[in-house]
């Protein structure tokens, strides 16, 4: 048995984990608390990197539109589970895909490969 300690996970990485399993279709419970801004930074970012991982035109557009309103209106978690009913699997897909490798870029910044 290892007695490493583990590093306590970023507030981004806990909303990149949280993000993951909410374009799984898993119900997440969201702390009240988490920091608006924080949710819009990762977003924002999530967003911009989705258009590059979605393969229709019409994904991207979709993706845009989304990512326009986030940067002019804010966003959550919490609408991510709401607008998710109503997308398209490759929109979705582009999602998951862009948030994993957001998280993978964050864990390695941190030394957690």
Request: charged letters at 25%.
């Amino acid at each position: 048995m290892s007695s490493e300690v583990r590093p306590t996970p970023s507030l981004e990485q806990y909303i990149l984990v949280a993000l993951i399993d909410i374009y799984r279709g898993l119900k997440v419970n969201l702390p009240v608390e988490l920091d608006k801004e924080v949710q819009k930074n990762v977003l924002r970012d999530v967003l911009s990197s989705a258009i590059s991982f979605a393969e229709k035109q019409e994904s991207m557009q979709v993706i845009s539109n989304e990512l326009f309103k986030c940067a002019k209106e804010g966003c959550t978690l919490q609408d991510q589970m709401e607008v998710i009913e109503k997308q398209s699997p490759d929109v979705i897909n582009a999602k998951i895909s862009a948030a994993a490798y957001l998280l993978k870029l964050v864990n390695k910044e941190r030394n957690l490969h």
